[in-house]
């Protein structure tokens, strides 16, 4: 899949698609640009009308009420008008039949697409087909297959540089089901662009992907030795399907190994922050006593998502260019 | 359940759960301001930007579009922003889970959660924890369980001073089944606070809940004696569901002993008002022809509905303090 | 069903429920008016607050989320709030009970409802019974049964004028499933007010109407013969359900006959637009090289949709009057 497809000819960014690729000083601008939209002492967002006007489309083939919302939430915020649709992915089986239903879309004059997807590349697809037919429209990845959700993965950049500052000295270990995740891709190639040095990937091996070490991520089966003086522990959701299927035993013989407790936590530096996408498996892949613990930095990324999602509308649209 | 919830240390309104323990001071102003929003000649609601900028959540446990709307319309009329949120209560069984969704929906920086939800005392426990982590959110209770349905009190409240005046003079009968009925529990609490002195309960005997004696009020299972020159009847809607039940023998057994007919109104004062909280079953609880007669209000109660949940949202956010 | 129920006692335009009986003065103002919100040489459409402050109720009592979405947009567009309620035809099976249903939607105060509805007819019945009770509120039809899609003639003939200029010399086609098409309905009324002298209808025996001679339409069942040095090929969706009864044998079969090809096209002039309301079945009644040919507007139809529906909109609420 190309990558350029995100930036324009000047290379600007014109669809957020993945972090995969993203150029660091790009990156760096919306984490830069987020915080415009934040009260950090009150841990409140603000409104503006930077977008007044604009029609933003939340196109999702898959459903996510919580994702919906947060795009939702900053559209709205940024004062634009935010249609949501819930395409049912079965009437749009065929590619072809997909790429008519974002041309209807396009006719109806949006200026972003908000694209969720089952189908990793969907978005990727869309965005193509969109810079031949409208190319004034801008298009967002709000999370496709297994392959990105790069919103989530700067929200966790905010997140880690609002707490920590400097990537360039940080140990980062992210932990669960790698295999199957989008967030841990994305997350790996922010933190990799970001220059962290020491990037780590904890999980059984049934859920651990191959070609790690070509990442430069450094893969443990062991927790306690994954989790060894780390800054920063991003733990993944570990979806109840897998739970069920070959791949894991049992949630309480996966909890024994791999969930997340105090106990384990003070392998990591004592002043770590734990993170975590949402929605949690309390007593699955965390504990309750740390995900409302004071290391938890959990709902700090709810808010900050918000703002990084407005950083990101209003970076397309030019306004903020 | 503690009802002190619902004020703050000052004595204000800070959550409206229940018409149960909250004091007649504030629920007259409510009444009061609701005429603010409302042009009574020409039954018109006026738009105004008095929550411009402020983020409202509609969070539906359970689906009701009737409902969710009043709260949608009130929330535009007063410029505030609106999503809405279907959350599948499969999807939130354990309690734990509930707050996980609630402190994630609160760190999108809302400024009020609208909450149904099947279960009595959802709102509480929302409420309860939000006055823990997020203090600044206000919490609507739009129904839940059999416990209480206050907007739909209030909306019944204003209707009844609007026609009738002086609280202190009127007999009220509540007509129906009154066992799983949130909207006449609320009611009954408002009628008793605004010092309603004959408060008449009417329904069959599997339909009556205990204790209606210590609620203060008088309970009947003859419809022709419980309608005696009252000034306002309240009509229950019958639950479908409870017509196949064992609680009733059928439909139109129910309307011979339990219908409201033109001949069972005339019991009532000449000049009395007939509510119903809506959607009526014609043929069953009421009849036609006095659901469309010159005595119904049950239109009016639509409008005022959304003239009072205006002001229960402006009050909360302090904009009409 | 009686037509003049759309005009008031002025011959003004109160609601839009049929392009039958719709006079041509009405028909070619809201055509008019439609220029006045599109920029067409770049295809935009413009936003405006005509409508600010009022409140219209998208009510679909059957699901169509790309038809709601364009009167959504074009709500916005005029800075209208907008309500969409999808309202379960099974709940609303009795039509007394669609009744209350529309009292307790116009009870909220809406200005305007926009109804989709599977039953032919229920917008007229819901237009007459508004007209009793809250004669303030204007009615759209989005679609009703088989009977009309007025709002999608009105942006067929908008793109045919757009295209083609003065209708008085045109020849036009309507291909595909006449017998159950309400957008051919509404299309052939729309045409023969505006005076095209020469409409024909394409289709198999199975799934050509009775009655085409007394709409003053010739009916043809040789796709070769009826595209026979046409200005504009309206296609019809073949819907799904059709191709799996009896009365068509197969897709391909049909397509074999009835799909329009390059080849076929070559009958029409050789400026002939191609029309099609979407979504498309791309290789059943047309072909991938057709539908997106360079005489192809299938796509101009649905930005001109998004002008056609504000016209309408701002021309029922007297703005545009």
């Given at each position: 899949m190309p990558r350029s497809i995100q930036l324009n000819a000047k290379g600007e960014l014109t669809h957020l698609l993945s972090t995969e690729g993203l150029p660091k000083a790009i990156l760096l601008r919306i984490l830069d640009h987020a915080k415009d939209f934040?009260?950090?002492?009150?841990?409140?967002?603000?409104?503006?009308?930077?977008?007044?006007?604009?029609?933003?489309?939340?196109?999702?083939?898959?459903?996510?009420?919580?994702?919906?919302?947060?795009?939702?939430?900053?559209?709205?915020?940024?004062?634009?008008?935010?249609?949501?649709?819930?395409?049912?992915?079965?009437?749009?089986?065929?590619?072809?039949?997909?790429?008519?239903?974002?041309?209807?879309?396009?006719?109806?004059?949006?200026d972003m697409f908000v694209v969720r997807h089952a189908q990793s590349g969907a978005p990727y697809l869309i965005a193509k087909?969109?810079?031949q037919v409208a190319p004034h429209i801008h298009v967002m990845n709000a999370g496709d297959g297994r392959h990105a959700h790069p919103t989530q993965a700067l929200l966790d950049m905010f997140t880690?540089?609002?707490?920590?500052?400097?990537?360039?000295?940080?140990?980062?270990?992210?932990?669960?089901?790698?295999?199957?995740?989008?967030?841990?891709r994305s997350g790996i190639h922010a933190?990799?662009?970001?220059?962290?040095?020491?990037?780590?990937?904890?999980a059984p091996l049934t859920l651990l992907p191959s070609g790690t070490a070509e990442m430069g991520v450094r893969a443990f089966t062991n927790l306690d030795e994954g989790l060894e003086d780390v800054d920063v522990v991003m733990m993944l959701r570990l979806q109840n399907e897998r739970m069920r299927g070959a791949l894991l035993p049992s949630p309480q013989e996966y909890f024994k190994h791999y969930g997340l407790t105090e106990q384990r936590l003070k392998r990591a530096k004592s002043d770590a922050i734990v993170m975590h996408p949402g929605p949690m498996n309390?007593?699955?892949e965390i504990d309750s006593v740390v995900a409302d613990g004071a290391q938890s930095v959990i709902l700090s990324q709810v808010t900050f998502g918000i703002a990084v999602r407005m950083a990101v509308m209003s970076t397309l649209n030019g306004v903020a260019a």
């Open positions: 934040l009260d950090v002492s009150k841990m409140q967002v603000r409104n503006t009308d930077l977008l007044a006007g604009k029609s933003i489309f939340n196109i999702f083939f898959e459903n996510s009420t919580r994702t919906r919302t947060t795009f939702e939430i900053a559209a709205k915020k940024l004062s634009a008008d935010i249609v949501n649709l819930n395409v049912n992915a079965s009437s749009t089986a065929k590619g072809e039949s997909l790429l008519d239903t974002i041309d209807n879309l396009a006719a109806m004059r949006a087909h969109i810079n880690i540089r609002h707490y920590k500052g400097d990537f360039t000295q940080l140990r980062v270990a992210i932990v669960g089901d790698l295999l199957h995740s989008r967030v841990a933190l990799t662009t970001l220059g962290v040095p020491d990037i780590r990937v904890v309390r007593g699955v």
